[in-house]
């Protein structure tokens, strides 16, 4: 969560392919983002860069990522858009619940592909067409 006159630790989680190997070109990029959701703040930036694929569980980054959110060293997680996070849809939703319980914002340069908001329309849809089973994403 991000606190105002504080420093926020943001993780900015770039995974790319073998083509395009280049993150620093989208720094700016991400500090501008950040100042569009939050105004103008104190960020303390961690970068965790790995090439590999999305579908791949055990990518060594967003291992280290997934941790350090769990051990509260993480305030916003900033990354290019939500497949960026994971290919693999139960690897999204495990993500997004580790940020959730961690109240740890995951912000997408890529606004429409946004990763919040696509975790608020599954639960909706968990919510409206699979009431009163035992299927969740919380």
């Known amino acids: 969560m991000v606190i105002a006159g504080t420093i926020n630790r943001v993780a900015f989680y770039c995974r790319v392919n073998h083509r395009d ?3 620093e070109k989208y720094l700016a990029d991400v500090m501008k983002r950040l100042e569009e959701k939050y105004g103008n703040q104190k960020w303390d930036l961690q970068i965790f860069f790995e090439e590999a694929s ?7 980054e967003f291992i280290r990522l997934k941790a350090e959110i769990t ?4 305030d916003v997680v ?4 939500a497949s960026t996070i994971a290919r693999d849809w139960e690897q999204f939703m ?18 429409v592909e946004d ?6 329309r599954i639960q ?7 009431e009163g089973s035992d299927v969740t994403c919380e």
Do not use: H, W
């Not at 999305?54 to 060594?60: T, V």
């Not at 990763?115 to 608020?120: C, E, M």
């Open 54 to 60: 999305g579908a791949d569980p055990d990518r060594k």
């Open 78 to 81: 900033v990354t290019m858009k």
């Open 21 to 23: 190997r280049d993150y």
């Open 124 to 130: 909706e849809f968990q919510k409206r067409f699979f």
């Open 71 to 74: 051990a509260g060293k993480i």
């Open 115 to 120: 990763a919040q908001a696509i975790f608020r």
């Open 94 to 111: 495990e993500f997004i619940l580790i940020c959730s319980k961690k109240n740890v914002d995951v912000v997408c340069l890529d606004k």
